[in-house]
């Protein structure tokens, strides 16, 4: 049974581009979260996406966007990337209650913003 | 900014001691979980306590959790060198559906 997947594993983009971090669930789950953590802190909650919608956000701007496919699986877009947006990208599954239940992460994508 | 403080920031302790972590949280909670994270990469499940819990077991390790003073403990009893990593508490806010992390105990555990 294969976890929660994550691809790229690293990627550098410069300041100004887009990019696209890609998740696939643990097997069962239909809920995905994506969180943002930068070098000596804590995750840092972006979305949630259950159904093909966004059913929570946290405070971060509108050029983080996502999307949640009909197999589960979601996408993370950043766009007009700043320095700032350096850090690792988590994505995690959990099955209907998001926060109420045991999520699995996966290894995450680090992004370097140069 | 984020719900959860954890304390001490680092702790450093020999193999075979006792290691606690503390946290604590503002808001109400459905539950608070604790999670362990090496060297920067995916973060691993350890244990869930709910709101109506107050002690939770899980091999060598303890948790409870004092809803009146929205703080929560962590003991890993027997330290292992494995058990070097950071840890997280994380709480899932009641009507909402978000988790939201603390910043973390660095633990190093000497061999």
């Known amino acids: 049974d294969a976890g929660v997947t994550q691809s790229p594993t690293h990627l550098i983009k410069t300041r100004g581009q887009q990019v696209t971090l890609r998740c696939s669930p643990k097997s069962g789950h239909d809920t995905v979260s994506w969180y943002q953590q930068a070098l000596g802190q804590g995750p840092q909650f972006i979305f949630q996406y259950y159904e093909e919608e966004e059913r929570q956000r946290g405070n971060f701007p509108d050029r983080f966007s996502g999307h949640q496919f009909p197999n589960y699986s979601s996408e993370l877009n950043v766009n007009a990337l700043l320095l700032g947006d350096s850090a690792l990208y988590l994505c995690?599954?959990?099955?209907?209650?998001?926060?109420?239940?045991?999520?699995?992460f996966g290894q995450g994508t680090r992004l370097t913003v140069v | 900014s984020q719900q959860g403080e954890e304390d001490p920031q680092a702790l450093s302790i020999q193999e075979g001691e006792n290691a606690t972590m503390n946290c604590s949280y503002k808001t109400s909670i459905n539950n608070l979980q604790w999670y362990r994270q090496n060297s920067g990469r995916g973060l691993v499940h350890l244990i869930l306590i709910r709101s109506n819990e107050r002690e939770k077991h899980s091999g060598r390790l303890r948790v409870t959790l004092d809803t009146s003073k929205k703080s929560s403990s962590l003991l890993i009893t027997a330290s292992r060198a494995a058990d070097t990593a950071s840890y997280f508490c994380a709480t899932g806010i009641t009507g909402g559906f978000k988790t939201i992390f603390g910043a973390g105990t660095r633990l190093f555990v000497k061999a």
């Open positions: 995690a599954s959990s099955f209907r209650t998001g926060g109420n239940t045991e999520a699995f």
